[in-house]
């Protein structure tokens, strides 16, 4: 980390400075851009004074000091102490106070600062130069010998625990006692009697606890406040957080030493913190509280409660004014709401610190493109400074902020938004209760093909078991609907229809709240926060529309979902997933059929009766995304899927066997099982699924290949413009795709030239395996285009399966650091990006201009968007409502981009 | 295809030739090295002829011609046919006979010849050039007019069925009327006026249904048979041959034109076939058979059954002396054993073809040692003469070839070798039976750890279901028993005790045999060859060990694996699987008590027990492979493999619940089915195991470095080497490797500074995660050393896993040609292969000199190991049977990539 040039340049200027090197700069000579050098508290500060704001005057001692001072086995470095006394004689001149004068004392506080704020750090010293002598001083130039006393027992206080490392909690039993001796409320109530014996048993505890004995000595005060920031910034808790953030240690920490100022010197007197917008809303108005005579602690300690920012209009009309004043300068400058905060002493204000100022989703819209329209910064600006979750946020029903919540557990947030109403524990009874008007959310251990419907009517869904590519997952994520999956402390008794988790029971009928955004499983119904995408949201999506290369898709099964995703503004559907449909309640049973045929002839019988399905399907998405492309994939699932659990049949064939009933009675399930052994697999995930299924039984491939091209041929007719394009899933081998394509090609063909149209169409491929991103420059010869299935890529590069490892150890990998990100959330670029990239240049190298995206669920993910703007894909294609967030990140990945490569 | 150089110098030199190019080139003119050209039958007669051998003067038209002829629109090229002429007139002169000439007919034969042996394209016509004139003339000089009518109908019969197309049916219909109304009992029986008629018959055929006359001059004929040898290159068959065989289309094949000889002109004429050595043991003397007075074909139809080689000896000794004289030429000349064909006309020695003998594995050895030992052929010569292949069929017990068997089914060849036995259908009772002095055979469904002791005590195992990483299969290797899995069309019938296959039922009890090596299950007992490991395999594979590059290490897991791994040439054990250790009987309730425990207090109490087990195996394996090293891997497969299925559990407990069973009676299936749900995995092989297992609970890890470590310093102690080398298994991410590192090492230091020894050691991973190949650079900053696993990396790229791909489509991928391979036997090159070269530029661009090995089952695969060796790996290790192929297969690999590199 090295300092910017214009640090450097004045660097080479510090010849001047004792000890050969400038090791301390007044807040008058940084700026904003010194954070490296500065400390970001410090910069902060100086940008302020050098913008002309009324700060209280103070200087900064630099990281590089820092560093020397470990470099020098913990000493501060040549000439750097004669700097800071050289400093704080311009303080004393700039104040008119002196550092230790009885009568009237210069007061500091000293705090530490690094480039980045980082926690667990020693954070501020205040009252630094009180003394048993500038406390009387004090108190007489004040004529407050309480304050005096009170600002003397703080500083003792603060001293003792930060540079002398001595336990707190003796100070904390010292003042109860004295209050309870005296009979005082709070610590306000302390008279000034009070107040000295608090201080002599301080001075006590200090000689008894200490590490070294309490200095009256003010420049010695301030010599070992300032040893002791820099040694913070080793201390344990600091380096901690360092190593969990990746932030380097070599960059040291700074120094602040600034003028006291006082807000609690009388009515004239007061402190407060205010937003240049309302955080909540945007709303363009002054935004805070103050409390006049006091200290900033007071405001935090809850004694008296704040008034709203614009009753100091009517209190103190000039400061309020002055104060109005600076804060649309500072807005101005920064270009960016602020979150300030002030001081008055006795009618002067003061600036301590501003910041940008943290905001809600929604503020955050509406702010960023306020600021746009009003030309105070750019449109590319405005779409850099929202964040896309912030976006996706504003996409869901959530729960109230404000809203206190009584969490019962906590499962996998498995698809956004929240949701409340009756528990129900089966589909059937889901379906009917939502029919009579309730609102139901269904609870299963895990839910499968057969719960659908339930999952339809019901408000939300609830599993104990599975991951975030579990059934209840999936199918929840794309109906848009909360889900909390795998809540492995909920105990489901579903013959008892109640669950239990924390201790408490909920039965069936018995309201309760999910969060699918967290995980939560709430108790009883909360306030929410209905979705909205205002008309901010539209103009800020807008502009990023005309900023991003990468072009947006939705992954969608239905045609309801190619609605809602135009409605989001995607430009394709880069994802039908054809064996949704089969899933469908009406059409398991065919299903089923089909896969338990004994001979092609069986099979091509039920396929023909899931033809019409398929085709009124097809006709729909198509129809909805008339002349934009629907990449169609054609079955890929493991035929297992489609059939009843194993464990399920077994318990019941051995239950019916044990109990001596009539075999005939349960010979269809004796024959299910039978076939659901037959085609049970150890590892499913690598098993007979994607297209090793349409080479098997291409049957199925043909149905759905003829539904797909009658749906074209028909639209076509009517004038529409269907653009289908094939995805053969799973493919490894080169020759795995142009058998399948061949299969599509001729049914399609057939089709076509019956009907006597032309339909555009491609046929293309998933890249999913390691092997098919190793050879795709073989792949591509053949295939059209290529889609990256990141979920499947990532589970085989990592030979992770995300429904085990998730809940067996892929969470404890990462809250334990042995991975940085899940992988299934976050694109690991290292692995599976490495992979993409060598299918990129692959696939380019033997296609020039072949189309290229991504319909993992990465697709959705900011990060993930960014890599793939790197690499240069053409799309990515999410969750319908993704597709806002979607829009957002690739605009901003494009800009970040263009600036990296500039 | 390019000619060599000095075809190309003869070419060039051709400008005389009619049509200015040579398309025809005498025996005489050719040589072997010109293959291209002239086609593999035209190279070896020109090169006996060179080598001045009695053959039967002629020429060959090349395979330029060929190509010449399709590029001209199935024209001979220009000066073709004039060569062509020229070549007869010269075979007119040199034997004296006229083509056509009635009084001393030339006849001829024409076969094709490409530069691959091709079945599908036509083979022979004889006799060409006889007609209704000269037939008369070769029947007055022969003296025998039954011969010549004969070899005329013959003549008709192979012309009009290849070259006129006219069905082969009719002919055979016509003849065996014609036996019918003469009475003739065989074809030889027929009279000439028999003879006579049948050929007008024929002529009436070919007229009927030929798709030209029949041309009476022969240089129609010729030009005719010419012209279909060209064609047939294109045929259906030949396209379709070359197509799965990967042979160019445009080679072209040649012509040979040589003159008839007969040996069916009396009793000193006469035909027959022989090898320079016995073709079964290698034995260096003449071995084969003859007819007198007999063709070709006479043989084949076997009416006289031929007579042995050494009888020639005394029916004519002087032609025998002159056999034995060129059979020790050509020998000598191919330095290889020779398979001849010769013909005796009139007591004049004809050589037909020669060729290298097809020979049995024990002739094979022998014949390569005894050739180097005599100075025939040099030592690398020798190793480059045995498939890899046949040394593993010397080193199992397996079917004599000549026994007749009767197939009752047909699964995986599992484990090779075979065996017979009486059929067992539980382990308990094999165990039982074996103890009493029985052969056994075990029959299951499949296997599981519970099975082991009863796989230990049968011959060999039979399993109807799982593939060829199974635990039957997986085991039996190890245990180096034959093994038949996942033999789908076995029935077993646990409870019946009995098993059908192929409409047959093998009772418990009734004896029948499983062939390991070819996956055959055949009824009842049939005759076997003993495996040998004789003088000569030891001498060739010493020799191998001077050539190759590859040190050759072995898979093993007990002390006794390590034994025979010594004895058959192991440098090291490459990997012990320390569960397999968990896996034995009395270990087993101790590591499932382990898995059950609660707490990680519970779990090291049944660890300290598991340890002195682990303690003594290590022990074992590394005081047998003293002074070499033994990679130990750690802790791998998921945890759930070391308990009872689930689907047995749930069975069972569904039974006793509807039995009404008091629950308490079955607490402890209960509890088990929860231990075995809450471990149970979708996609196990992905889940929970490896590294991540270790690194969830580190005191498994703990115990088995503990063990490891004790065990070497004991060994240490007592003046031993110990080399024990720890591999962390399934690593994905280098921060999985470092922190499993850092356990080991925290006990191994501990341990080895405790007993005050010091023990060479490393720590290294398995590459076996596309990912871990990805980042080998990261990698192996911190492993010692990688091992490829390539069987999960094949799982993992190709995203299969084997247990389910190989029965339900890998096998048919690869006989339909959607595969070239089943890439779990031959290492993907392209794919799998791409990921080992990346990861072995990581290692060694971050760990010069980093130990490089492979101990996925592709370690004892030839074309693996030749993979390997241009790798550069530093061993392949393999089963401890395979070690004697891989050390010839590495040398042959070595000096395949050397000669690639000149």
Known sequence: MSVSTQEGSLQTASKEYPGGHRWVWRFEDGSADMRALLGGKGAGVAEMTRAG????????????????????????????????????????????????????????????????????????????????????????????????????????????????FVDGAEFEDAIEQEKHNTGAASDADLAPDALERLIARYMEIVSAKGNAPFPQDPLEQLAAAIGAVFSSWNNKRAVDYRNYNHIPHDLGTAVNVQAMVFGNMGSD?????????????????????????????DVVAGIRTPQPIALLEKELPEVYQQFADIAARLEAHYRDVQDMEFTIERGKLYMLQTRSGKRTAQAAVVIAVDMANSGLITKEEAVLAVEPEQVDQLLHRRIDPAAKVDIMATGLAASPGAAYGKAVFDADRAEAQAAAGEKVILVRVETNPDDVHGMIAAQGVLTA??????????????????????????????????????????????????????????????????????????????????????????????????????????????????????????????????????SEGERRKELAQLLPFQRADFLGILSAMDGLPVVIRLIDPPLHEFLPSLEELLTEVATARAKGVPEQDYADRTEMLAAVRRLHEQNPMLGLRGCRLGLMFPEIVEMQVQAIFEAAAELKKKGKDPRPEVMIPLVGHVEEFRRSRSIVEKVATGILEKAGVEVEYKIGTMIELPRAALTAAEIAKEAEFFSFGTNDLTQTTFGYSRDDAEGKFLLRYVSEGILPDNPFETLDQEGVGQLMRLAVEGGRQARPGITLGICGEHGGDPRSIAFCEQLGLTYVSCSPYRVPVARLAAAQARLKHVERDR
């Open 465 to 598: 078991r599975g991951g975030r590519t579990s059934h209840a997952a999936v199918v929840a994520r794309g109906m848009g609907k909360p889900c909390v999956a795998g809540a492995e402390s909920v105990h489901v008794d579903l013959e008892g229809r109640r669950f239990e988790a924390g201790g408490r029971v909920i039965r069936e009928g018995e309201e309760f709240t999910i969060d699918g955004s967290t995980g939560h499983v709430i108790a009883g119904q909360v306030p929410m926060i209905e979705p909205e995408m205002g008309a901010e949201l539209e103009t800020l999506l807008s502009w990023a529309d005309g900023i991003k290369g990468l072009s947006v898709w939705a992954n969608g099964d239905y045609p309801r979902d190619a609605e809602l995703a135009l409605r989001f503004g995607a430009r394709g559907i880069g994802l039908c997933r054809t064996e949704h449909m089969f899933m469908e309640q009406d059409r398991l049973p065919v299903v089923q059929r089909m896969i338990l045929a004994e």
């Open 53 to 164: 704001l009324p700060v209280p005057p103070g200087f900064t001692i630099t990281t590089e000091a820092c560093n020397a001072f470990y470099a020098g086995g913990e000493h501060f470095p040549d000439g750097m102490w004669e700097q800071v006394r050289t400093a704080l004689s311009e303080l004393e001149q700039k104040t008119g106070k002196g550092f230790g004068n009885p009568k009237n004392p210069l007061l500091v506080s000293v705090r530490s600062g690094a480039k980045f704020s980082m926690p667990g750090m020693m954070d501020t010293v205040l009252n630094l130069g009180l003394n048993e002598l500038t406390v009387e001083g004090l108190a007489e130039l004040t004529g407050d010998r309480r304050f005096a006393l009170d600002s003397y027992r703080r500083f003792i206080q603060l001293f003792a625990k930060i540079v002398l």
């Open 269 to 297: 007197s007061g402190t407060g913190v205010a937003f240049t917008r309302d955080p909540a809303t945007g709303e363009k108005k002054l935004f805070g509280e103050y409390l006049l005579n006091a200290q900033g602690e």
